[in-house]
């Protein structure tokens, strides 16, 4: 950390501060400046809040934090990308572009099966589809809870597709670990730390969205909180931001994908429909975001979108989301991957 | 409903959105405009997701909601001002101003029941504290847990206040109502629906805190969701959004207040302590609060600000308490208040 | 500034980084931390964008700059707070607190002399008026330019109240400073440094808006612009900022005062009409910006807001106005000021 | 417009509402709800403020705009997409894609020419160099001025290139037209209507950046005033909007692009410089803006960046922007585009 000085801060003042340094276990180091007096306190800053709460010394204009807070999550220390085996066929994090697709909510077995076997046709890897929904509204569909569940085991088994499901419950994590083979952590819940470390204990990869809120590096420290508890397998998804801007539902940040890069080792996905919140807008931010380097992508697709219980305005038509896959390919070979 | 047909809709297209209108159990009435037709569906469109999902016909430029989706929570359905009873002392919502103060988090008996003395001393009506914290890192302080909820316990017994503590997950619910006067739910878990369904389900009051990207509309929608579970008593909290200034650690939003006060009878309180995250910035935004007529305050109060394991830099010392709850009365009677 | 090394960074490549420092005239101090070093560059950093081009140096992580980057608006340089006068009864930063008051726009003689009569009865000390009005359409209504500048001194001729007005053009500000007390810079202009440099020129004093956009910093930047031409007197104004919330038109962002407060010694005034965007939430965020310190409030009042050309929605009828000036005198007092 | 009444508004406050709608020249058409009445105002609302103001009438809840408020824009007015001439070489808005590059500011002849040389031989179409600075601080570089004007057009009188340069005051239109191929409208100076309207009236085209601040509307609305002044020739500039997040100085918004695509027939541009603020983020953000759709770049490229008077630390070196036009190529084709 780096504690500033304000402006006229007396020898003693700069030594009653040095003094509190020590006392928490780091060393101080003054540089005398022009204009301030700044002091380094050396020593590993990370998880410590009370370093920070120097702020309030009378004297001290601001404490300025150095090190990125998460250690697991970081490139630092782990340099090679990770890759997490899905089933027996399908690796995220490797040279194939990995696609999730499928209906936002799971409504009955005729809808998911159908669309799970269009989907697996165009070229997903992967089924989507929720049983568990976190819905704005109370008395909005909440999702068929654990029947929602078996008709996504029914539909692997079908298609042979792997299927990723939502969890919002700590206490459904057993449950739904049982059925899915990836477990979602949606974007209202990626500071719910209760849900955070149980998925940690889990014994299947999670996908975690990136909140509307949550800035890169409160993603790192989310995914740092199920890595801590012992599970590797965390796959990033980015998922659009709130701005001020009204157009999208919310503002796809793809600028996320190459600084995610650049300080973690984790996979990173890219959701356009929650991302644009239009139909008409998520096929060219799917190819957006494989050119921007995402290793995937999580698709809405549902067979009649204008009767889709949720989501529906930017769920694409399963031969939507084909002729999407199809140009898709172009991109993924320009980033040098396969689909 | 108003569904808007994009420019150049034929007869028949809007004749076909008409039939999908009547399909979903509304009553059409289209609008022959110069530019555009427009459609008005008539009907409660509360929770109804399925009528945004027209956005996907062929023809619909757009679908705009006309009410607010919340109901119980609205100043509507119960045009009287909520009032909570807390203990046989206090009341929140009333003529008198509710100022709630106390350490950011429990950190030792000795710590805790000092404080609680001296927020006491100088006009706090309710003791705040955690037990159970959120932190953003998993390697900054926790909280004490259950132990935490037995020194809040005990604070009350010395002290006669009543006791505010936060619960993050939905099966603490039980042991935090045991303990605590008020259940707080944090501003991270404000759309943790599995929570605030439990939280819906106690028989203690909820103080609930707005998200720091969680628009009005979707917070009343929060308090919607423990309402329609059976408890009426629902205390809102206006604690700063996030924007893109860094000067505060939030932006306090409080035009809020005015907003709240004319869309819901529920009482509000502001916490200028997370709004601003400087303790030199506290005590103006708690006159500003009370000015634009919020019901009460939530303050962080730390002996030692400087040792403080969480919220050091936004603690106020007792004595700085002290002098703020004593300016405050001015403005509370400038507002037809009394502290 | 402090540069921060790349993990694992060489002694070499830290040299490179000194010598890179010296030759831009600064001198580089190095902390060897546990787990990064930092290199403090000591020297007067402000203004000089050079420093942040190290970044592009293959083993730095970041720049962070130390100090603030304004020199004339700070409270470092200048302590005691600066009052203007304007004509020969009023003053602004001082212990009475301002209220500027008027119409959005100039539309007509007979509007503007009716309104001004009614605003100073009800205790206005200074008349508004938009004569050139940017508009987010080219379509609407542009303001009567000079013909209005004429219609508000004769308006400050009838009524004894000086005039504000905006200007938008930077070769318009000699002929709005023949007419008006103070120039306005709107919002959208905050950042226009064609216009800030011209208006640094003029002999009038200059109220400056934040912008949608602005932090904190940055709007003491553009106060920095016409401070650095030579006008002493601007007079900075909060008018609300853009964030992701749409209940209310700007995010009124309070905080800003006891910030500006903490930073600057310029007088500070609040617009709690384009802050709100509703006249129902006008009075309450004008008795909050007084309770949170600032010095006056910009205030629109129109004699039929239903048939204001531009800022209806937010227009006070003048009875509304004049209730609120009667409220605001509590306020006023309880902040130890007079009204 | 949609005004939507109050709950509870008797028929004679709607007939109210009605007349007023009559007078102001619109026919009204009431729908009675379940819930709500709301009332239809046929006719053309485009740039008229004075609706909106029916807002303040006592049982209005809100007035709800139907149509988009530009027109010369609209990609209904005209649905074929403009395509803008450079030269005799360059065509903005066609099958090619366009590269501009060159460096942040015209620092030296030198600088100047040997970069041009470097961007051309990699493959940019025009070359973009900055002689009027528009920067946060007045003690920054504040850019050669028409000196820089001059470098400019020698460097295209040696390369061939086309120049785009910057024009910050509305009197320097006429000295810019003089020397450069595109005048460059900046981020800061979306809404400075004086110098649209003078950028309307030039007979070179404009190309207008989105401010950090400014909606997808705004930013049409901003090109409608170069439109309307009879300048036909716009190319908008997506270059990042300004949001919570500062692991990027801006977040580029690429979802900007369908949009525009979807509303405008104008050219788009993306600056994935400016909106990352970071080099090394840079290539796979203008990969990403021309799978989005983009019709094509805007770089900034320079020879020491580390030298560099400003932006710096997002410019790239020649050798590095060789190496993305390389990769670019096949993000065209898989565009179905040329480079």
Redesign the interface.
């Known amino acids: 950390m780096?504690i500033?000085m304000r402006?006229g801060a007396t020898e003693k003042e700069v030594q009653e501060v040095c003094d509190?340094i020590v006392q928490l276990g780091y060393k101080p180091?003054v540089?005398?400046?022009?204009?301030?007096t700044?002091i380094?306190a050396?020593?590993?800053e990370?998880?410590?809040?009370?370093l920070?709460?120097?702020?309030?010394?009378p004297h001290v204009e601001k404490?300025?934090p150095?090190?990125q807070?998460y250690k697991l999550a970081s490139s630092?220390v782990k340099q090679e990308k990770t890759t997490i085996a899905i089933g027996k066929d399908v690796v995220i994090g490797g040279k194939k572009i990995v696609v999730m697709a499928g209906p936002c909510g799971v409504e009955s077995e005729e809808q998911l099966l159908e669309t799970a076997e269009q989907v697996k046709k165009a070229g997903a890897a992967i089924l989507r589809g929720g049983a568990f929904k976190?819905?704005?509204?109370?008395?909005?569909?909440q999702g068929l809870a654990e029947a929602g569940l078996k008709l996504l085991a029914k539909a692997r088994e079908k298609t042979g597709l792997p299927v990723i499901t939502e969890v919002?419950?700590?206490?459904d994590v057993a449950v739904v670990e049982k059925y899915a083979d990836i477990l979602q952590i949606g974007a209202?819940?990626v500071?719910?730390?209760?849900l955070l470390k149980k998925a940690g204990k889990a014994k299947k990869p999670v996908l975690l969205k990136r909140?509307?809120?949550t800035?890169?590096?409160?993603f790192l420290?989310a995914a740092?909180?199920i890595l801590?508890?012992g599970n590797p397998d965390v796959i990033l998804c980015e998922r659009g931001?709130?701005?001020?801007?009204?157009?999208?539902r919310n503002?796809?940040?793809?600028?996320?994908?190459?600084?995610l890069?650049?300080k973690t080792h984790l996979p990173i996905i890219v959701d356009p429909s929650h991302?644009?919140g239009?139909?008409?807008?998520v096929a060219?931010?799917a190819?957006?975001?494989?050119?921007?380097?995402a290793d995937g992508l999580l698709i809405e697709v549902h067979r009649k979108?204008?009767?889709?219980?949720?989501?529906?305005?930017q769920?694409l038509k399963p031969e939507k989301f084909a002729e999407m896959m199809k140009?898709l390919k172009?991109?993924a070979?320009?980033?040098d991957r396969k689909l």
Not at 46 to 50: E, H, P, S, W
Not at 191 to 194: E, I, L, P, T, Y
Not at 215 to 218: A, C, G, P, S
Request: hydrophobic residues 35%; negative net charge; proline residues 7%.
């Open positions: 780096i500033v402006s509190k180091h540089i005398q400046g022009v204009e301030r700044i380094g050396i020593g590993d990370r998880g410590k809040g009370v920070q709460s120097l702020e309030t010394l404490v300025v150095i090190l807070p630092e976190p819905r704005t509204s109370p008395y909005a569909f919002v419950d700590p206490h209202r819940n500071q719910n730390f209760a909140g509307m809120m800035t890169i590096q409160e420290m740092e909180y801590s508890e931001i709130r701005t001020f801007e009204t157009a999208t503002t796809l940040d793809l600028s996320a994908i190459p600084v890069r650049d991302g644009t239009h139909w008409r807008y060219p931010m190819y957006a975001g494989i050119a921007a380097g979108p204008e009767e889709a219980l949720s989501d529906g305005p769920s140009h172009a991109f070979e320009a980033a």
